[in-house]
C-alpha cells in the first residue's frame, strides 16, 4: 500500500464517508440492488461478479432479510408503495 499524504489520507475518508452515507440512505426497493459503485470507492481495482442464486433460493433470501428487518427494526415505518416498472 502507497503511503498518502495527510490531504490524500483526508480526501479519502471524505469518498469513503459520502460512499457509505448514499448507501446508508437506500430505502424501499433501493435495499435489493446490487450496488458496484460503493465496491469502487476502494482502491483495489476489482469488478466483482457475484454468484447469483438459483431464483427459489434468491426468493428466499429475499424473504430472510425482510423478516431479519422485523426482528431489527420492528418500528420502522411500513410502506405499500409497489415496485417502478
Given at each position: 500500500m502507497q503511503a498518502l499524504s495527510r490531504g490524500e489520507?483526508?480526501?479519502?475518508v471524505l469518498k469513503l464517508r459520502r460512499g457509505i452515507r448514499a448507501h446508508r440512505g437506500s430505502t424501499e426497493h433501493e435495499l435489493c440492488w446490487h450496488h458496484p459503485q460503493l465496491w469502487g470507492l476502494l482502491p483495489e481495482a476489482t469488478d466483482p461478479v457475484p454468484v447469483v442464486?438459483?431464483?427459489?433460493?434468491?426468493l428466499r433470501g429475499c424473504v430472510r432479510y425482510r423478516q431479519?428487518?422485523?426482528?431489527?427494526l420492528p418500528d420502522a415505518?411500513?410502506?405499500?408503495?409497489?415496485y417502478p416498472d
Open positions: 489520507l483526508l480526501a479519502e442464486p438459483s431464483w427459489p433460493e434468491f431479519s428487518l422485523d426482528e431489527q415505518p411500513r410502506t405499500e408503495k409497489p
